[in-house]
Every structure is written in structure tokens, then in C-alpha cells.
């Protein structure tokens, strides 16, 4: 099955910039979509497409996919940026289809 | 504005049975994808059935096959998981998600919390 890793905590001091990364053998072949989840809450799409914005959105959201790895970088990171978020991808020769990454810890220092 | 409202959700046995319902609105129903995506207590995300816009296409991860059926019912904007033979590890709030193209997920529901335990 297609495994999608990402680093279980990433920490940032507000104003800086954020780099989540997500592995996969050969990634940059599929499309890469971003969920961002707050406590309590359902997932909200940041990012789709590896590096298109749904509206609403913030411009600090930006994404990149290439060879074995996609990014979701968070520019002037902000206090309310603070979630977990999770990276995704379909996959017809896995055994789930639709495959998640585990999740990294987005704390604001 | 789209709208997904999941109910269904509760306590059941080990064994049990389950159905999941998700009303949703704001968009054209027909014309969309529908998944279904778990989530553990304190644990990531994960996938747990994807259908069509017509029914025509079903899947289902691997660790659900045979004991969840997910249908929908396009003239009540409405979508539908049925669970079976329920374990403890399916304990999980059930998000129901609207599919676009490339499989993203663009709109997630608030989430029904299902507890399988004696």
C-alpha cells in the first residue's frame, strides 16, 4: 500500500515561516491535497491540487510537490495557525484508494 | 453554503450494527462524490469508503470490506454508511466529505461519533 510520512511535530515562532513535508515514492507524480484540523473541529482544505488555494483561504498558504516529496509551507505564521494537517492522495494500486498522511503537529511557539 | 449533517452515531456491542446517515445541501448533490473518513480518538485521519456520483463506482479500505456498505440517495441529498459486525478499533467519529475532482476532499461534515463497546 502507498505510505505518506510526515514528522509528527513541526514548531515555529509567530512571524516565521512553517515547512510540512509529506514523503511518498515518487509523490510529484500525483496530486497532493492539505487538510488543516483544529481541536474539536472537522478538517478545513488548505491547499490542493500541491499548490492551489481554495478561496478563503490566506496567501500564506502555499504548497510545492517534486520527486519524493510535497511541502506545505505557512508564511508569517500566526498564533490561529496552530492544528494538525494532513496530506493526501489517491492511489488506485493501494488498498485504501484515498491515502492520508499521519498528521504533523503544527505548534506556534 | 455547503452543508453536511451526519446523525446515526451512538453506542453499539461488539457485533452490532450501525447505520450512518449524512443530509446534505447548498450544492447539487447528484453531481458529486461522497466519501466517509474516520477518525480514532487522538489518532490521524483515515479513509473509510468513497462512491460516485451515480453509484456506479463503490470503494472501500481494506479494513472495512465486507462488513460496510455506503449508498446514497440522490432525490433526498442524502448519503449513507451501513455498519456491520462492528469491532471496538471502528470507534471513531464518521465524517461524511464531499469528493472533487482528483479526489480531493473539499467539504466536511461535523462528525458523528460511533463507540463500539460492551
Known amino acids: 500500500s502507498y505510505v505518506l510520512t510526515q514528522p509528527p511535530s513541526v514548531s515555529v515562532a509567530p512571524g516565521k515561516t512553517a515547512r510540512i513535508t509529506c514523503g511518498g515514492n515518487?509523490?510529484?507524480?500525483?496530486?497532493v491535497h492539505w487538510y488543516q484540523q483544529k481541536p474539536g473541529q472537522a478538517p478545513v482544505l488548505v491547499i490542493y491540487y500541491d499548490s492551489d488555494r481554495p478561496s478563503g483561504i490566506p496567501e500564506r498558504f502555499s504548497g510545492s510537490n517534486s520527486g519524493n516529496t510535497a511541502t506545505l509551507t505557512i508564511s508569517r505564521v500566526e498564533a490561529g495557525d496552530e492544528a494538525d494537517y494532513y496530506c493526501?492522495?489517491?492511489?488506485?494500486?493501494?488498498?485504501?484508494?484515498?491515502?492520508f498522511g499521519g498528521g504533523t503537529k503544527l505548534t506556534v511557539l | 453554503e455547503v452543508q453536511l449533517v451526519e446523525s446515526g452515531g451512538g453506542l453499539v456491542q461488539p457485533g452490532g450494527s450501525l447505520r450512518l446517515s449524512c443530509a446534505a445541501s447548498g450544492f447539487t448533490f447528484s453531481s458529486y462524490s461522497m466519501n466517509w473518513v474516520r477518525q480514532a480518538p487522538g489518532k490521524g485521519l483515515e479513509w473509510v469508503s468513497y462512491i460516485s456520483s451515480s453509484s456506479s463506482t463503490i470503494y472501500y479500505a481494506d479494513s472495512v470490506k465486507g462488513r460496510f456498505t455506503i449508498s446514497r440517495d440522490n432525490a433526498k441529498n442524502s448519503l449513507y454508511l451501513q455498519m456491520n459486525s462492528l469491532r471496538a478499533e471502528d470507534t471513531a467519529v464518521y465524517y461524511c466529505a464531499r469528493g472533487g475532482y482528483d479526489y480531493v476532499i473539499d467539504y466536511w461534515g461535523q462528525g458523528t461519533l460511533v463507540t463500539v463497546s460492551s
Open positions: 493526501q492522495v489517491w492511489d488506485s494500486s493501494s488498498d485504501a484508494y484515498v491515502v
Open positions: 515518487n509523490i510529484g507524480s500525483k496530486s
